[in-house]
Nanobody, 125 residues
Framework: QVQLIESGGGLVQAGGSLRLSCAAS????????MGWFRQAPGKEREFVAT????????YYADSVKGRFTISRDNAKNTVYLQMNSLKVEDTAVYYC??????????????????WGQGTQVTVSS
């Protein structure tokens, strides 16, 4: 059974930074894409970023491009989301996810099968 555990969320002022981590267990992540999504109160879950198996290919939502960076350490079975220049509108629960199928790189939520429990990020003005 694949388990994903996010950490690193918290309260930060606008303009600040946070680094989220997602530790996987139950299988190696080395042949699977990894993604980050977020969900704000009253809104649908939205795509944030995804990263290919080797880390050479990444995709970002327009709203975070240039501010967020997704990376992975396959040896540690962990994926990261570095968030800089945070804005109030980045406030949400952040989830990491991975698909059941190897080698694909989805950028929509229904392309992912395993999800973490989420970590809260709150950005104050």
């Amino acid at each position: 059974q694949v388990q994903l555990i996010e950490s690193g969320g918290g309260l930060v002022q606008a303009g600040g930074s946070l680094r989220l981590s997602c530790a996987a267990s139950g299988r190696s992540i080395s042949t699977y894409a990894m993604g980050w999504f977020r969900q704000a109160p009253g809104k649908e879950r939205e795509f944030v970023a995804t990263i290919s198996l080797t880390g050479r290919t990444t995709y970002y939502a327009d709203s975070v491009k240039g501010r967020f960076t997704i990376s992975r350490d396959n040896a540690k079975n962990t994926v990261y989301l570095q968030m800089n220049s945070l804005k109030v509108e980045d406030t949400a629960v952040y989830y990491c996810a991975t698909p059941r199928t190897q080698y694909i790189i989805p950028n929509v939520a229904n392309g992912y099968d395993y999800w973490g429990q989420g970590t809260q990020v709150t950005v104050s003005s």
